[in-house]
């Protein structure tokens, strides 16, 4: 059921889009509109919420740089 | 681990140099041959909580060429704190000092082909006096549907050494292989989708060598015993992001993480970013806020009346969650021949909230991040 409504959600989604042109990337192209605009802010982030979180990271970073209780 | 680290006493404090020797060489031998542009950067990040601080400084140059990008780094955590001892049952009512220090390197590059497809290959090594790591990763990326489309995955598989600083015969190994598959789509001139999938497996010892988790009886402590935790774990997670610009100045983020694992544990990301430029991009702003909720692990208990086959007294397997809100400041004056500059500065508190966790209930910790970063074209 959950996966049904994910794909349907998905579906509209792509309805909802418009083709892009070349000329009106220029927004797209912004450091803003990256997933991640500053990647190295970004990894240093989520080594300090995988230090502190059950949920964060996964694959292995290391052992300290956490200051584990 | 976060121990006392008086010496390189294990077996991984004297583990040979050569991954960081092959990065270096790496990178040097990229640097002299490719670039036509170059991008170095040094970043500096305080964590301060009640448990520990932590200094990270990072260094980083990207050398590109019309056909190819390298990158390498290097970035250090300057450990300081305390942490509890549980040599006895009448355990939280002591702690020790610790100071500890990891180093790790990174060497990456990326191709970029005709056809629109980017593979790209990563190694990294960290090393403490207790603990040392060993990772790699390769990538491919693709574009379809005239660009509008970006679909990618990347491998990742990690072997880590865990030792002692005070038991040089300690020697432990952990296995983990991760896959993360991500699309990315430009919806309309002011809107772009993005969903990751990252299902990740870990094998091997995941306890913490030096944690003592304490036993009841009748309400009483009355023995202390070590850490026991599976030496599985899978896990996976959700996230889809959507970033919106609603103005040529304006910028919005907004993501949720869904996540789930074989421990048991569950947790519920969302965030919000909020970016405004000025000055013809020259000043930017960013307001940031987090919210993050956690349900435990399965064996995870607050007290620990019997001994099971697990056990834990790691709070990041409890029932938790977390609020954070920050703002950062980037300036990036005007070119001065070739030569772009970036100064940035960023500053966020986060609230953490334990539901079962004995030895404290919450907790508020605060960082300062700051960045200087160059680019040059040659």
Redesign the interface.
């Known amino acids: 059921m959950k996966i049904a409504i994910l794909v349907i959600v998905a579906a509209l989604a792509m309805v909802a889009c418009t083709t892009v042109e070349p000329w009106e990337r220029e927004r797209l192209a912004h450091d803003c509109m990256q997933v991640t605009p500053d990647a190295g802010e970004a990894e240093m982030r989520a080594k300090t919420e995988a230090a502190r979180e059950g949920s964060s990271g996964g694959v292995s970073r290391g052992g300290a740089g956490c200051g584990c209780e | ?2 121990v006392n680290s008086g010496g390189r006493g294990s077996g991984v404090g004297r583990q040979k140099e050569w991954g960081v020797l092959c990065a270096m060489v790496i990178l040097c031998s990229s640097l002299a041959a490719c670039p036509s542009s170059t991008t170095t ?1 040094a ?1 500096y ?1 305080r ?1 301060s ?1 009640p ?4 200094d ?1 400084p ?1 260094v ?1 140059v990207v050398a590109a060429g019309e056909e190819m990008e390298m990158q390498g ?1 290097w ?1 250090a ?1 300057v ?3 305390a ?2 001892v549980m040599a006895a049952p009448d355990v939280y009512t002591r702690a020790t000092e610790f100071s ?1 220090t ?1 180093h ?1 390197v990174g060497v990456g590059a990326q191709w970029q082909r005709g056809d629109a497809s980017s593979p790209s290959a990563w190694v990294r090594t ?3 006096s ?4 060993q ?1 790699a990763s390769a990538s491919v990326a693709r574009e379809f549907r ?1 660009r ?1 489309l970006r679909l990618s995955a990347t491998k ?1 598989a ?1 072997y ?1 050494r ?1 030792g002692r600083v005070d038991d040089p015969g300690f020697s432990e190994s ?1 296995w ?3 896959l993360a598959t991500e699309a ?7 809107l ?3 969903l990751t999938w ?1 299902v ?1 497996g ?1 094998f091997g010892y995941q306890h ?1 060598p030096y944690r003592m988790v304490p036993l009841f009886e009748g309400g009483v402590p009355t023995a202390v015993v070590a850490e026991r935790h599976p030496e599985r774990r899978i ?1 996976h ?1 959700v996230e889809p ?1 959507a ?1 919106w ?1 609603f103005d ?1 100045a304006w ?1 919005l983020h907004g993501r949720y993480r869904f ?1 789930a ?1 074989d421990w048991g ?3 519920h ?1 969302v965030g919000a970013e909020l ?1 405004r ?1 000025w000055l013809d991009d020259r000043l ?1 702003g960013r307001l940031r806020l987090r919210g ?1 909720g ?1 349900q ?2 399965r064996f995870y208990r607050a007290r620990y009346d019997a001994l099971g086959t697990y056990r834990s007294g ?5 029932t ?1 969650g ?1 609020v954070a809100a920050g703002a950062r400041v980037d300036i990036r004056p005007s070119p001065f021949g070739e030569r772009r500059l970036r100064v ?1 500065a ?1 500053y ?1 508190v ?1 609230h ?1 909230r334990f539901v079962d966790y004995a ?1 404290r209930t919450s907790m508020t ?1 605060r ?1 300062l ?1 700051l ?1 200087l970063g160059m680019e040059w074209e040659r």
């Not at chain 2, 448990?51 to 932590?54: D, I, N, S, Y």
């Open positions: 681990m976060g950067g970043d990040r964590h909580d448990l520990a601080t932590v990270s990072r980083a780094y970035t955590d450990v300081t704190g942490t509890p500890e990891r790790e960290s090393r403490e207790d603990y040392a790591s990772a005239e509008h990742r990690v880590d865990v952990l983990s292989s991760g990315t789509y430009a919806m309309r001139p002011d772009v989708g993005h990252d990740q870990q913490n896990r997670a992001v970033i610009s040529e910028f996540y694992d544990v569950r947790s990301t970016w430029t930017r993050y956690q435990g692990a790691d709070y990041r397997l409890s938790m977390s940035s960023a966020d986060t953490y030895p910790a960082s991040g960045s």
